[in-house]
């Protein structure tokens, strides 16, 4: 076992940050010992999502130390992997948290150092901006310091490839061997150099101008007013500047207690729009200005989130909801559509949209959970000839491929605005699309988990239920079971998924046949990013009252007879039960 006066040493050699050093210093004086193990004796892992953690002293915490290695061992990796970095270069953008500037400049100096040359963001910028930019430069990665919609005390470092797509395996074993190979800081310094060159005006208009070429306004649309709250992030500027290019400017009242950004997200629990409670002022401003409509982004922009004020009642969309309504928008407005024509989903999200696919002749793919795989499916079905028009996850994350291949929360807004103005009201349309394809109706919650191994060990009581996987779920037969960890599904060919498989994460999916009318679905699934058990459950009915009664009923049942342990701490995520 390495002695902790060891680690603080270690630590204190290699860290010239005085604010981390004085942390450190700080713990060894109050003999803080279990805090400094805690934060010294492991390191802060790099995986597909790049990484994110709470701020802070320590090699298990981000901090200019680790921002420095990773930088570092991307360098290299690039260096020795891809065919140009050199020329191609890299894009590097920040957003407003707490040291996203620091990090952003000490990364960009790193990569300036090893020949690198820096497409930079001069100012705050959405996530969606640097994969933007990765593409239109052509450059070798991206990389955007945030952590999204995570709580203040956090930041991350995201990574994109040069394909302009999320990083997948296994490049993010190859960096993160890289980054273990190059701990040893080379440079540390906040100053640009002659590599690195500003782009944002000129990037910011041909960003405008991918959106308003994409979004589809018919003739016979109508003004609609909304609200709208960045959720103390950086969407305003994004969001003002695509509705100047598309004369809707007067349409837009900010919710100004949240327009600014502020690292600390003062006015919100959690700066997530998914959140109960996230959306209160801007309903307060809609209702102060008689408007019905509400738009709101994620603190980086990448996320997009809407509710409607229906005869005085407010009914804010999942994002299951969202994305349905998206989907059947590009296919009203690009119709005839056929099998080359396709939409992405994610393997959590509604099954909706694969119904309305095989009812209107169109392809619906599902993949793994997260835009490193639907974004790089795209690309592959693009390779292929087909046209891929749009992609969702239920986490209010929505890809227009012609503009990034990730979730992007301005374009996904606008295209939501352009539907509005058709449709009048969305959540009328949304019932009309129940009646015609039938009711879906989704809960969505998790469980805190304390250990990985007590989530390690409630997966494994799972399946050892019966063999090869329980016949019945709350009296109704299961129809299909599907375990990606251990590479099982029951209505494949020799039991093989057609998703990938890893042992490294836990996930299985069960299908239940209900009464003629009903059907179930439900995913449980470890975070790969937080310690939490997440289920994901649908019930499909041709009436509204089954398909919520459904929903609940078999929660409820899952919640007693499954997971009905003191040491899981249970909270509910924004559904539609």
């Not at 598309?246 to 998914?274: C, I």
Request: aromatic share 10%; glycine share 6%.
């Amino acid at each position: 076992m390495v002695d902790v006066e060891d680690l603080i040493q270690q630590w204190l050699r290699l860290d010239q940050d005085p604010l981390t050093r004085s942390e450190i210093e700080s713990l060894r004086a109050e003999k803080n010992t279990q805090e400094l193990e805690k934060r010294l004796s492991t390191r802060l892992s790099f995986g597909t999502a790049g990484l994110r953690a709470r701020m802070g002293a320590g090699f298990a915490c981000l901090n200019s130390l680790t921002i420095i290695q990773t930088s570092q061992g991307l360098a290299e990796f690039l260096l020795s992997r891809s065919p140009n970095p050199q020329t191609a270069g890299v894009v590097i953008g920040h957003d407003a948290r707490h040291n996203s500037n620091k990090f952003a400049q000490l990364a960009a100096s790193v990569l300036e150092s090893r020949g690198i040359p820096v497409w930079w963001y001069e100012d705050l910028v959405h996530t969606p901006l640097v994969p933007y930019a990765v593409k239109s430069r052509a450059a070798a990665a991206g990389v955007m310091i945030t952590a999204s919609h995570n709580p203040a005390q956090d930041n991350g470092f995201k990574l994109y490839a040069s394909n302009g797509c999320q990083i997948n395996s296994p490049d993010d074993v190859f960096i993160a061997a890289s980054i273990l190979h190059n701990l040893e800081p080379r440079i540390w310094s906040l100053e640009g150099g002659p590599l690195r060159k500003s782009i944002l005006i000129s990037t910011e208009s041909r960003y405008y101008d991918a959106i308003a070429n994409q979004v589809v306004f018919p003739d016979d649309t109508s003004k609609v007013s909304f609200v709208y709250t960045p959720m103390h992030g950086v969407g305003l500027r994004y969001m003002t500047g695509i509705v100047k290019q598309l004369g809707l400017e007067t349409s837009m009242l900010v919710v100004q207690q949240q327009a600014q950004p502020d690292p600390d997200f003062p006015t919100v629990r959690y700066p997530n729009p998914e959140e109960n409670g996230a959306l209160d002022l801007a309903m307060s401003a809609a209702e102060a200005a008689d408007i019905r409509l509400i738009l709101a982004n994620d603190p980086d922009a990448d996320r997009f989130a809407a509710a409607e004020n229906v005869e005085g009642v407010w009914h804010q969309f999942t994002g299951d909801q969202i994305g349905v309504l998206l989907a059947h928008w590009l296919f009203t407005v690009r119709s005839p559509m056929g099998k080359d024509d396709v939409m992405l989903t994610s393997a959590v999200s509604s099954q909706m949209l694969s119904f309305i696919g095989d009812r209107e002749g169109f392809t619906v793919q599902e993949t793994l959970t997260g835009f490193k795989w639907l974004g790089n499916a795209a690309k592959d079905l693009e390779k292929q000839g087909k046209n891929v028009h749009f992609a969702y996850e239920e986490a209010l994350g929505y890809m227009f491929p012609s503009v990034v291949h990730d979730k992007d929360g301005i374009a996904a807004a606008m295209n939501f605005l352009s539907a509005c103005r058709s449709w009048g009201s969305p959540w009328a349309k949304l019932q009309e699309l129940y009646e015609t394809y039938g009711y879906f109706v989704t809960t969505n919650t998790y469980w805190r988990s304390p250990s990985v191994m007590k989530t390690q060990s409630l997966f494994q009581s799972l399946r050892s239920r019966e063999q090869p996987f329980p016949s019945l779920v709350n009296h109704r037969p299961v129809t299909r079971w599907r375990d990606l960890t251990i590479g099982y599904d029951s209505a494949k060919e020799n039991n093989v998924p057609d998703l990938p498989v890893s042992d490294q994460s836990q996930m299985i999916t069960c299908w239940l046949s209900g009464s003629d009318a009903d059907h179930y679905r439900f995913t449980v699934r470890a975070s790969g990013t937080e310690p939490k058990i997440k289920i994901y459950l649908e019930c499909r009915s041709k009436y509204q009252q089954s398909a919520h009664k459904g929903a609940v009923e078999m929660l409820g049942w899952l919640k007693r007879e499954w997971f009905n342990d003191d040491q899981l701490q249970i909270e509910d995520k924004f559904s539609d039960v």
